[in-house]
């Protein structure tokens, strides 16, 4: 199944509705259907502009890990942490040690790890929340962070991701703040959100820190005069000594369904 569109209607979306046939399919939406499913690709319509295509391409190419491969991967980052010395390494992560375990805010709330890489926590850890932490363990430099922000498509490995976490991140988060504008900020404000400068001349500007060293500034321009609604999210320059691009794309779409999930239960 594709991990890149949520399903078959957005596929559907892209497509001239003609039911051609000429992919092999008897409707274009039952293409759009092979597509969602992973059984044909979007430049197999031979009506799709390049541009439309190649937007979407890197996506398919570079599409997130699979829920077994995220357990691999966290069960690497385990072994890898029982080999460090957290204690020592407290400092550098931003967090402390106290009662043999390394304690980090995540979003601002206080979760411990132990020696094996066990997380200790009353917010829900999914795999959104403890891969991007264990590899920050494991990946983090002793340095400062830059105190630059640039957008995601700018960090260095984050170009053949941007059609994804623009889709699955920013999107998702935009959606968030044109229903919820009043609750947007409160949701940010739950996690220790602080208002900054209008950066880009936004009308909300708040950083918010899923990990200590990986503060994340949402800028939101409300509509006006016609114009709709945009959000971008913002890096520190030097993210990615800090965690991968894996790490960072879970990140951002953690913390869309986060907003998503707590608006609706709280039925705004």
Known sequence: MSSYFRNAMEVFKLLNKSNCKECFKPTCLAFAGSVFKGEKKLEECPYLPAD??????????????????????????????????????????????????????????????????????????????????????????????????????????????QGLFEKQCEELIKKVADTYPGFF?????????????????????????????????ICYWLPEDGIDSDLNLFFDAKTEDYININSIYAIGAGLARMFEKIAINHGF
């Open 52 to 161: 439309v295509i190649a937007q979407f391409k890197d996506a398919q190419q570079k599409s997130p890990i699979t829920d077994q491969g995220a357990l691999d991967m966290m069960e690497n980052y385990r072994k890898s942490i029982a080999q460090i010395d957290l204690e020592s390494k407290a400092q550098a992560l931003g967090g402390t040690f106290a009662d043999g375990r390394l304690v980090i805010k995540v979003m601002g709330k206080n979760v411990s790890i132990d020696q094996h890489g066990k997380i200790f926590t009353d917010i829900h850890a999914n795999q959104w929340v403890v891969m991007p932490l264990l590899n920050y363990i494991v990946q983090c430099k002793d340095a400062p962070i830059s105190g630059i922000w640039v957008p995601f498509r700018e960090l260095p490995s984050g170009r053949s991701w």
């Open 185 to 217: 900020q409160q949701i940010l404000e739950l996690f220790n959100g602080k208002e900054v400068e209008k950066h880009y001349k936004s009308d909300i500007a708040l950083v918010v820190y899923p990990l200590p060293k990986i503060p994340l500034l």
